[in-house]
């Protein structure tokens, strides 16, 4: 699978354009604000159907323009997703819309053609940030690769928005405890395959670690689990079992014992933590679809040290690559590792 080309029009700050890659490693180069992160952003969206930034699709229209549209050819076929606002010329449109090669396509038909994994510095958060910011890592992969993963998810989501409601409700006396059943059993059916989903990954994941290892902190939901919390949500109006609360940490082997990453860890060894997790992540996908992904760095090398980057050289050049990077050269040292390179230049006037 080989991205060869993409044509944005609208798309954040582009107005009309089209970027040919080729198998090599490619170099998108440019000062700040250039456009790089958002090229890596379109290409990441034809993979997964999301943006890996924006809260809202909207954000990735251009300002003041209704629709924005993102195409991609893969050897003989076309990708083409087209955002709008919901109103085009005073007319009402659907807000995102998947097409192949012309055609219509509902999302899961969509999802599959491109496969992508994103390194960005941003992701040193997977150890150091809020428990959230793991979880919703969690989803963004599996919901790209596992068709009943992403089901189960909105389900038990729309579901917990609800259940929480009802609490609130019952302790403002306005509803019965019976009502919870229901919820209780949607929350557990689908919360349940969300854990062992997360699970299987993990320990995927942690047969690619050698001396660093992935500590899943599962938050099981059970019927013997949400009466033992009864009492509590009830008196919070909040769920507080179930995957929404899952959490993982790193853990380092040391002569000493197990350190958590987050805590005793130097930002040299949470970085190389952040690495394995994109490795096994590129193992992952390949093991769950037997595609090669593409590879999308944004502006990581000048945060590794030279141990690491020889390690993402190596495996740069086994895969298509989209490399950003601040300013107009790359490191010799870089360059002179990778073999063959294409470099595509961004101004801020694009
Ligand atoms: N919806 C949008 N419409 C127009 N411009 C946008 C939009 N969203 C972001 N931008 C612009 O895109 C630029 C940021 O691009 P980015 O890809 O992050 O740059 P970098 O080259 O530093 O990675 C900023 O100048 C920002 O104002
Ligand atoms: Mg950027």
């Known amino acids: 699978?080989?991205?060869?080309?993409?044509?944005?029009?609208?798309?954040?700050?582009?107005?009309?354009?089209?970027?040919?890659?080729?198998?090599?490693?490619?170099?998108?180069?440019?000062?700040?604000?250039?456009?790089?992160?958002?090229?890596?952003?379109?290409?990441?969206?034809?993979?997964?159907?999301?943006?890996?930034?924006?809260?809202?699709?909207?954000?990735?229209?251009?300002?003041?323009?209704?629709?924005?549209?993102?195409?991609?050819?893969?050897?003989k076929d076309e990708l083409e997703i087209i955002l709008t606002r919901g109103e085009i010329n005073g007319k009402r449109t659907n807000k995102k819309l998947y097409k192949i090669n012309n055609t219509p396509k509902r999302l899961p038909d969509f999802l599959g053609s491109l496969r992508a994994v994103l390194?960005?510095?941003?992701?040193?958060?997977?150890?150091?940030?809020?428990?959230?910011?793991?979880?919703?890592?969690?989803?963004?992969?599996?919901?790209?690769?596992?068709?009943?993963?992403r089901t189960c998810l909105s389900a038990y989501n729309k579901g917990l928005r609800q259940r929480n409601k009802v609490l609130s409700k019952i302790r403002e006396g306005e509803a019965k405890e019976s009502q919870l059943t229901f919820w209780n059993q949607l929350l557990i059916k689908n919360g349940q395959i969300i854990n062992q989903t997360r699970e299987i990954m993990i320990i995927f994941y942690n047969k690619q670690f050698k001396d660093t290892e992935i500590i899943y902190d599962k938050s099981p939901i059970t019927l013997q689990r949400l009466e033992k919390y009864k009492q509590a949500e009830l008196a919070l109006g909040m769920t507080l079992v179930g995957p929404h609360r899952d959490d993982f940490k790193f853990l380092k082997h040391k002569a000493n014992g197990r350190k958590d990453l987050s805590l005793y860890g130097s930002r040299g060894e949470q970085r190389l933590a952040v690495l394995y997790l994109k490795l096994a992540e590129l193992k992952f996908v390949i093991q769950k679809t037997n595609q090669k992904p593409i590879l999308?760095?944004?502006?990581?090398?000048?945060?590794?040290?030279?141990?690491?980057?020889?390690?993402?050289?190596?495996?740069?050049?086994?895969?298509?690559?989209?490399?950003t990077n601040t300013g107009e050269e790359i490191d010799k040292d870089i360059k002179k590792e990778i073999k063959d390179s294409l470099f595509i230049k961004l101004n801020i006037d694009n």
């Open 1 to 75: 699978m080989i991205l060869k080309l993409i044509q944005l029009e609208n798309f954040r700050s582009f107005k009309k354009r089209e970027f040919k890659f080729s198998f090599k490693t490619c170099f998108l180069l440019g000062p700040n604000t250039a456009g790089k992160t958002n090229v890596l952003e379109a290409i990441y969206l034809l993979a997964s159907g999301k943006s890996f930034r924006a809260s809202q699709d909207t954000e990735m229209i251009k300002y003041e323009s209704e629709f924005s549209r993102v195409k991609g050819k893969i050897e």
């Open 119 to 149: 390194f960005k510095p941003e992701d040193i958060n997977l150890v150091l940030g809020s428990p959230s910011i793991r979880r919703d890592y969690l989803n963004l992969i599996l919901e790209q690769l596992d068709w009943q993963y």
């Open 296 to 323: 999308l760095l944004d502006d990581i090398f000048s945060e590794l040290d030279k141990k690491n980057r020889k390690l993402v050289i190596k495996i740069i050049n086994d895969y298509q690559t989209i490399i």
